[in-house]
């Protein structure tokens, strides 16, 4: 078992003894990443790219090295490839709306999952209104997984962008980008990976991943929230118009029209999140330093612990694979004649934090035949402890309920 | 504890067995609430009789406050007339927190068994007020209620 037992006192929030289970949707802070922001706050706060004065250029390097970390972090081959947004969502808008208002139009097809977080679905299906392009789901199997052999046969030369999920929310299922990458590009088509639980629970080499555009957020890696990160290979990004227009990301502006500045700042209008880049960087600096691989395995380790213990919890049923193979810290599960909420709610009074309800993924909900789960997720903070608390609390639910 | 406070067994037993479940055959007047934020859904079909609600069917899935809630509404509402159910209403926001335009310095409480109590089993559902994100979840009913009813016309509702 990995011991990592020693992180939990860089997270003052988990002092409180909170059995913080819902990393999937927000991550705590670590005391490095509060001190750095704080730190340059204090000394080196300015705007970027526009000041001439000492502190604007500290600033703007601050900015600029947090962009050079993360390209060096996901293995880009450019730091012009790393574009700086507000998160995972505003990331996928900007290839939905800045690419696909482009290069989609009548008679071509978008292919998504049934997997999805509203996220990296609800951008396309706005697109393909505005643009007549049709929307096609690939199923998941029966145990959680995505269905390989349907999303192959639905690949066609009418398929212009697949949009997939790098790791579910909800499931954890992990699908085989670089394989669908790959199957993708034989039709022309872009790959664009919602990676918003890859990144931080696995790490992503965008180069061996093979998609042309990768989103994901700062919060959810340990980082502030505010500040997420597109990832697009520069000759995917070329063929993208800005999504937004504003200050930054203009070179020239008259009254009627305007020209781009160079990438990656044409994407990034109006000042961007420059403390929280600055947090991000000191995150990326965090889980580097516990290494990519032991946060995985970490997980991998309380996944397989709370998979077991939770096949125990008599009414309990897990949704999505219940073995570890391709799947992440993620699981969610129903209780026979208790509903998500009233779970979460129980858990609570137990000091365990879960998510109860539809985690942003309706059309999967109505797939896997509910409406709500619990769902538990896990990160470097977290321990067997933190387990059996919550089995402890799902027992005391069945016993309330009576179901037990 | 205050858990058994939320889940008392008044509010369990019209979570498993609820009350007037279902459809009508020819609703006189009906309304659909969500609760995007959690899925919590729910359909509320009314018949009149004259100024009083005759029958009345829910159809729904949610947590165990948003179903015993529409459940004990039910029970509540039926028979009774608009203006007794508007003072239901503004009695179960009150008791929710919702609504405190009410003075109730005079008010003997909430305990079901006293004379007059308004809300009888209903009350079961005041444990819900020491857990604000719930609220919703026991307003659901009542909220699509009023939708339903302000969708009835009185031209509608008279037989």
């Known amino acids: 078992m990995t011991d990592l037992s020693h992180l939990k006192a860089d997270f003052p929030i988990l002092e409180s003894g909170v059995h913080f289970l819902d990393s999937g949707a927000s991550s705590q802070k670590p005391i490095p990443v509060l001190e750095a922001m704080d730190r340059f706050a204090r000394t080196s706060y300015a705007n970027v790219h526009r000041g001439a004065y000492k502190l604007s250029v500290a600033s703007t390097n601050a900015y600029e090295a947090a962009r050079k970390r993360v390209a060096e972090f996901i293995g880009a081959a450019d730091e012009r490839e790393v574009i700086f947004t507000r998160g995972t969502t505003t990331s996928l808008n900007t290839v939905a709306f800045g690419w696909g208002m482009e290069h989609l139009g009548e008679g071509d097809r978008i292919l998504t999952t049934q997997m999805e977080h509203h996220a990296n679905l609800v951008p396309w299906q706005m697109v393909a209104k505005r643009t007549g392009a049709t929307l096609d789901h690939v199923p998941i199997t029966d145990d959680g997984r995505l269905d390989m052999a349907i999303l192959e046969s639905k690949l066609g030369p009418d398929v212009k962008v697949v949009a997939v999920t790098g790791m579910s929310n909800v499931l954890g299922t992990m699908p085989d980008v670089s394989r669908i990458a790959q199957l993708a590009h034989q039709h022309g088509a872009r790959v664009v990976v919602d990676a918003a639980q890859l990144v931080p629970h696995s790490g992503v080499d965008v180069q061996q991943l093979g998609a042309d555009f990768v989103a994901f957020s700062s919060h959810k890696m340990l980082g502030p929230t505010g500040i997420g990160v597109l990832w697009g290979r520069m000759d995917a990004l070329e063929e993208t118009e800005p999504f937004e227009g504003g200050g930054e990301m203009i070179a020239d502006v008259t009254l009627h029209d305007a020209t781009w500045a160079e990438i990656p700042h044409r994407f990034e209008a109006g000042t961007p999140p420059i403390i929280e880049a600055v947090g991000l960087h000191a995150a990326i600096d965090y889980l580097d330093s516990i290494g990519m691989d032991l946060v995985f395995e970490h997980d991998q380790e309380l996944t397989a612990i709370a998979l077991e213990r939770l096949s125990d919890v008599p009414g309990l049923a897990i949704q999505g694979p219940t073995d570890l193979k391709d799947r992440g810290g993620v699981v969610s599960m129903t209780m026979e004649g208790i509903h998500a909420h009233d779970l979460a709610t129980i858990l609570d009074e137990q000091n365990v934090a879960v998510r109860a309800g539809h985690h942003c993924a309706k059309p999967l909900m109505r797939c896997l035949g509910v409406t709500a789960t619990a769902r538990a997720s896990f990160y470097v903070y977290n321990e067997e402890a933190d387990i059996n608390a919550l089995i402890h609390g799902l027992r005391r639910a069945g016993e309330i309920f009576g179901t037990i | ?159």
């Not at chain 2, 005759?54 to 608009?82: F, L, P």
């Not at chain 2, 444990?127 to 939708?147: D, F, H, M």
Request: proline letters at 5%; hydrophobic letters at 35%.
């Open chain 2, 1 to 159: 504890m205050a858990l058994e406070e939320l889940y008392r067994e008044v509010i369990l037993d019209h979570y498993r067995n609820p009350r007037n479940k279902g459809h009508l055959e020819d609703p006189q007047a009906s309304a659909q609430g969500v609760n995007p934020l959690c899925g919590d859904e729910i359909t509320i079909e009314v018949s009149f009789d004259g100024d009083k609600v005759s029958e009345i069917a829910v159809e729904g899935q949610g947590c165990s406050i948003s179903q015993s809630s529409a459940s004990m509404m039910t029970e509540a509402i039926k028979g009774k007339s608009r203006d007794e159910i508007d003072e239901l209403v503004k009695r179960f926001r009150q008791m929710m927190s919702l609504d405190t335009s009410i003075d109730d310095s005079n008010d003997p409480g909430l305990d079901p068994e006293r004379p007059g109590s308004v809300l009888g089993d209903i009350e079961a559902l005041q444990g819900v007020r020491q857990y604000p994100v719930r609220i919703k979840c026991a307003s659901l009913a009542w909220n699509t209620l009023l939708e339903a009813l302000s969708d009835a016309s009185p031209d509608s509702t008279s037989d």
